[in-house]
């Protein structure tokens, strides 16, 4: 089929040996290749109830039909398995210049099955896989890791890799690549670290056939036309993610002292204004796209001074600085640069230590850590990416952390996950949002909160607004299955991803075509969640969501009900 190799590779870490399969092209019009592929092959690799934490947990890559074309922001490349976090369905998505070359493997997916015997990291390409001994970096962190693997690998290859978190299998733990990106969500890192692989490099140069290369290009040129003038584009180039430190002080929906509330005194002190004004700061943006909305900054003063990263963005900021109430932006990129180093997900671990904050104040703890204080934060995540003392517990996730500390009705997450910065009890919509998605409390399988901070749709809507989410609930998912950068989602419209669908693969669908086909792969995650124990029930808020923030923005049970029902109603008669 057009657009696909047709392939799949399976890496056999047990055997230390490699397979091809072919993908028939009645999976991939189902499917459509990345997430759509990724959940198909996760339900049938992964045995029902398998250990997230065990070798037999698949890890599995995939890329989509618009992945290495000229499309603008198709430089990305999904990821799917067990999430420790959850124990259901876990994705999560990177940007930089991997996909390209994981593509050029000549394949749509590679699952990883079982486990190394030792410490391993693999060279991928067209040729085929090649396993190493890790032995040299094992406890390294990232970037130590990255330069071992990338000097014994092809010249032209990017690598994935784990830090020590990873290896010490924390529930919080990611993968990085291109040194500051981030398979982030879901603890990624522990998978791999349970199979005791340190690191992927992928090195693929070969090209892959479309259908009609001049639709593709005349889609990108309707994209330029619309993108590259805009405000928002901007917005991006010039401030990036951090500008939404701005907008939702103002909106009063910036999560602040664990949650209790939606505003945050010192906000300027840590926004993309003090960014600016405070750090040296250079734009750049992924292979084929115009928004460069990544930021590589430089500490210019203070005990940082010197301090090189890419970030730190609105999440980190919203978990690490307005969670913990850390008032320095400086002090937050320090603390982000050593969540990468050690490879932990910045949101979960700022959600980890300010819930940590309040066990203290309850008792429960003796660990002796308060808000605003960088130095005890860093100790935390020191503590829990190599597990030892407090932080053997709070790597176990917030889940089970909560109720080893009686702290169940304190802990902000669903399902396991933490949510991200938009407090629901303002944006009735991101509830929803948290509530349903299939991976945890996410605020990317829709970004609902552009259509509630933009005024599309009122804030306090309750009736009706679950339509408009499943609206931007399923654009997203041909997203993640084509596989694109979300923050184009204001110029790649449905036109125009029905017309990257013809241009890539060749299929011509009508829109409700498309949407059957989005729907498809939503009930096909909650249904992954359902065969591990993850039913309706879950698919609710915490306890400490439902009480009046400081401000008295609330969000009842009865309005969420309301808008799961509505939203469960349209999902069941689209099948």
Not at 15 to 25: G, L, R
Not at 384 to 389: C, V
Not at 445 to 467: C, D, H, N, V, W
Request: aromatic fraction near 8%.
């Amino acid at each position: 089929m057009k657009g696909f190799f047709n392939r799949i590779l399976r890496v056999n870490l047990n055997q230390k040996s490699y397979s091809y399969e072919e993908i028939p092209d009645a999976v991939l019009k189902e499917t459509l290749g990345g997430k759509g592929l990724g959940i198909y092959l996760l339900s049938r690799e992964n045995k029902p109830n398998v250990e997230a934490l065990s070798p037999e947990n698949c890890f599995i890559v995939t890329v989509g039909p618009v992945t290495g074309s000229k499309m603008w922001g198709q430089s990305r490349f999904g990821a799917f398995a067990k999430s420790p976090a959850t124990g259901g369905f876990g994705e999560s998505y990177c940007g930089g210049d991997l996909a390209p070359k994981i593509k050029g493997c000549g394949v749509d997916a590679v699952i990883f099955q079982g486990g190394a015997a030792d410490l391993t990291f693999l060279a991928i390409d067209e040729k085929g896989v090649k396993f190493h001994d890790a032995s040299p970096v094992k406890g390294k962190d990232t970037v130590e890791s990255e330069e071992h693997i990338l000097k014994h690998s092809p010249p032209n290859a990017s690598a994935l890799v784990i830090g020590p978190a990873g290896e010490n299998l924390a529930a919080c733990a990611c993968v990085k690549a291109n040194r500051w990106r981030s398979l982030g969500r879901g603890g990624f890192g522990a998978v791999l670290g349970a199979k005791n692989i340190k690191g992927i490099a992928f090195a693929g140069a070969k090209n892959c056939e479309v259908a009609d290369e001049e639709l593709i290009k005349a889609v990108a040129r309707r994209v330029a036309q619309t993108g590259k003038g805009n405000p928002v584009t901007e917005v991006y180039r010039k401030l990036g993610t951090p500008n939404q430190v701005r907008v939702t002080n103002q909106q009063k929906c910036f999560p602040t002292q664990y949650w209790q509330s939606g505003y945050f005194d010192k906000w300027r002190n840590i926004s993309s204004d003090y960014m600016q004004a405070n750090f040296d700061i250079e734009a750049r943006g992924c292979p084929t796209c115009f928004l460069k909305c990544t930021k590589l900054s430089k500490v210019r003063q203070g005990r940082h001074a010197g301090l090189e990263l890419e970030g730190p963005e609105f999440e980190t900021i919203y978990a690490i600085g307005g969670l913990n109430c850390i008032d320095s932006l400086e002090e937050i990129a320090w603390l982000n640069d050593l969540c990468d180093r050690m490879g932990i997900d910045t949101m979960t671990a700022g959600n980890l230590s300010a819930f940590l904050v309040e066990a203290r104040k309850q008792g429960k703890t003796d660990f002796a850590i308060d808000y605003n204080q960088p130095d005890r934060v860093a100790e935390l995540f020191r503590l829990i990416a190599y597990r030892q003392g407090i932080g053997d517990l709070l790597a176990q996730g917030i889940k089970e952390a909560a109720k080893i500390l009686g702290m169940e009705d304190r802990a902000v997450h669903v399902k396991g996950l933490e949510p991200g910065g938009f407090d629901p009890r303002v944006l009735k919509g991101m509830g929803l949002s948290y509530a349903t998605s299939a991976r945890g409390a996410c605020h990317l399988r829709g970004t609902f909160y552009k259509a509630e901070l933009s005024g599309q749709m009122p804030k306090e809507q309750i009736e009706g607004k679950a339509k408009l989410h499943i609206d931007y609930e399923d654009r997203s998912a041909i997203f993640d299955s084509l596989v694109l950068c979300r923050f184009f989602r204001d110029y790649i419209l449905w036109d125009e991803l029905l017309d990257l669908v013809a241009g890539t693969t060749g299929m011509r669908l009508t829109k409700g075509q498309l949407e059957d086909l989005a729907n498809g792969i939503t009930q096909n995650t909650r249904a992954y969640n359902h065969r591990e124990g993850l039913g309706a029930a879950t698919d609710t808020l915490p306890p400490a969501l439902f009480e009046a923030n400081r401000e008295g923005a609330c969000l009842t049970r009865g309005d969420l009900d309301t808008m799961i029902g509505e939203y469960n109603q349209i999902r069941k008669r689209n099948l």
